[in-house]
């Protein structure tokens, strides 16, 4: 950082920083996502601000130890980060087993920490880590949802009582590629039929659809009662 700015040296900074931000939270709003357009903006302009404001104090740190202007410069960036990080931390939800928020968390502290090098000075290493950030949101974003991955439902079906309907149903889904579990059994007192819930899963690609084939061929033998996709296999 030079020990004195100039007015152009600033405006340069916050210019460049509010595009990083703008074309981040472009990225992230256009998804959908809490942290969209002005959230990253203005996380990532509070970050320079603060680098600047340290790099302006700059001359006046290394005074003798009775003067006022003795500091460490670097905790009003530092600062910045723990802010971030608490931020980031309530912006991370989790309802049971299904966890959300991670990546704008991880969103909101990457362009804090391009704020902090764009307002320090350090334009080369900002504009590289805006580039890669936006390579891992938007290309590899299409990368990602093709990596297969685990899904989980919960398959009822209705069958009359005392039928082998537990072995032949398991027997189905394993031969058309899915790994299902027994989970139980209920009915009513005075029904003859039984309600049998099971527990399948398969990995399958973000991309692909829910697995309608499934519940189709189940259909074919049983009345499917519900098919409940478990809460990380929502896409």
């Known amino acids: 950082m030079p020990l004195h700015l100039t007015w152009q040296d600033i405006v340069v900074r916050l210019f460049l920083t509010m595009i990083a931000g703008a074309l981040i939270g472009f990225n992230r709003g256009m998804g959908g996502h809490a942290a969209g357009l002005r959230t990253t903006m203005l996380v990532s302009l509070a970050a320079s601000v603060a680098m600047i404001q340290a790099n302006i104090l700059l001359s006046l740190g290394g005074k003798t130890s009775g003067s006022f202007a003795v500091m460490d410069l670097m905790r009003l960036p530092l600062g910045i980060l723990t802010g971030v990080g608490f931020i980031g931390g309530g912006a991370i939800l989790r309802r049971g087993d299904l966890v959300t928020g991670v990546t704008t968390a991880a969103t909101l502290w990457v362009v804090t920490v391009i704020g ?19 390579l891992t949101l938007w290309a590899l974003k299409w990368f990602d949802i093709w990596i297969p991955r685990e899904n989980r ?37 005075d029904s003859q039929h039984a309600e049998l819930a099971f527990e399948v899963s398969w990995k399958q690609p973000e991309i692909l659809s829910s697995p309608l084939d499934l519940v189709e061929l189940v259909n074919e033998r049983y009345r499917v009662v519900s098919f409940d996709l478990a809460p990380e296999s929502q896409h």
């Open 153 to 189: 439902a919960l398959l009822t079906v209705k069958t009359e009582l005392g039928s082998s309907s537990v072995k032949d149903l398991l027997d189905v889904l394993t031969q058309a590629g899915y790994k299902a579990k027994f989970q139980r059994q209920s009915r009513n007192d």
């Open 116 to 134: 902090l090098c764009l307002g320090g000075g350090q334009i080369g290493v900002g504009l590289a880590a805006t580039v890669l950030t936006l």
